[in-house]
């Protein structure tokens, strides 16, 4: 037997504007829209490459699942981006705060961190990392 990772199942309030968030940020589509679940994935993901592309080879998504409750502490599991070589961490993290992301801080020592922690609209937090 053997599982392969599938999504990160994200809780929030609004799930359409979640969803709507996060493929703006990541450049990812949303290829299933209900109530209940909105599904964001990488835009070389289509109807037709699911049907005929090996399952091990397809990667995860992202699933917008609707919470009553608020975030209320630390994320224990996060996202951390990374831009390509030649984009600027710190050009892309403005682009992000300018689009409804914030700085948060989680007790990163931001004088020797490779990272920006920030929060999505909802709270959650994610990680900007230097360019890899």
């Not at 600027?88 to 990272?115: C, H, N, P, Y």
């Amino acid at each position: 037997m053997s599982l392969r990772w599938y999504s990160v199942v994200v809780d929030c309030h609004n799930i359409a504007a979640q969803a709507r968030w996060w493929a703006r940020v990541l450049d990812w589509q949303i290829i299933y829209e209900a109530v209940d679940e909105v599904v964001v994935v990488p835009r070389h993901i289509t109807q037709e490459s699911l049907r005929t592309t090996p399952w091990e080879q397809i990667g995860p998504g992202l699933v917008f699942v609707p919470v009553p409750e608020d975030k209320t502490v630390k994320n224990r599991l996060h996202m951390d981006l990374a831009p390509q070589l030649d984009d600027d961490q710190d050009a892309m993290v403005e682009s992000l705060i300018a689009v409804g992301a914030k700085r948060v801080d989680v007790g990163q020592d931001v004088d020797v961190a490779t990272f920006v922690v920030l929060a999505d609209p909802e709270g959650n937090e994610f990680c900007v990392l230097r360019a890899r």
